[in-house]
């Protein structure tokens, strides 16, 4: 049977985008990574998909006169290359309400904190001025407004007494790099499904409280 296309945008170095691709090339993932597209041509991540031999696509918005126009161009390259799922990873830009709507469903994202908590950017600064002993990051379908989308998934770090940014930050992103394919597995196994604006995970539902909600495995 055909695995589904699932195309990833990032704008950086792709780190969850190659948890992603390193997750697709195990046997019984039920994906295939079709394509990488990055808004910014100097993106570290496109020369690491190409390694992997992931086809890459470059749209710059740079060269767009407004989001609107910016989107269509992605769209079309989303139907071009027969893309059923998209994934942001680190994809730093803001899509339209009109562009989420019709993706709405197929398109997640991974954030850097426990959402609702610390939306937007410099999350790991901002949990740590706010003093806050637990800390992580989520997975959630992407909504016209920013970092608020149905969570799938969840996992939690503890913030330790003379943590940094960058300290805090590779502890959430080693769990980053573990929930991502785990919650793109879920929903395209058709196993998180979305009701009435909220995610149901069919088996984990009765399942007691653990580190990362549902359990990654």
Aim: aromatic content about 6%.
């Amino acid at each position: 049977m055909t695995k589904p296309r699932v195309a990833v945008l990032i704008s950086g170095r792709g780190s969850n985008m190659m948890s992603l691709i390193e997750a697709a090339s195990e046997p019984g993932y039920p994906v295939e990574i079709a394509v990488v597209i990055s808004n910014r041509p100097e993106a570290h991540g496109l020369a690491r998909a190409q390694a992997a031999n992931i086809p890459t696509r470059i749209i710059d918005h740079k060269a767009y006169a407004d989001r609107a126009s910016f989107d269509a161009a992605l769209d079309a390259v989303l139907a071009d290359e027969q893309v059923d799922f998209v994934c942001l990873a680190g994809f730093m830009r803001l899509l339209t309400a009109e562009f989420t709507r019709k993706w709405y469903g197929r398109m997640i994202n991974i954030h850097p904190a426990l959402l609702p908590s610390f939306k937007g950017l410099h999350t790991h600064e901002r949990a740590l001025e706010e003093g806050v002993r637990i800390h992580g990051c989520t997975v959630h379908f992407v909504t016209p407004e920013m970092d608020v989308g149905p969570i799938i998934m969840q996992a939690a770090v503890p913030v330790l007494d003379g943590d940094t940014p960058e300290t805090l930050g590779a502890r959430v992103l080693a769990q980053e790099h573990v929930i991502y394919p785990a919650a793109l597995r879920l929903v395209t196994e058709g196993r998180a499904a979305l009701r009435d604006g909220r995610v149901v995970v069919d088996e984990f539902e009765l399942m007691p409280p653990a580190l990362v909600v549902p359990p990654a495995f």
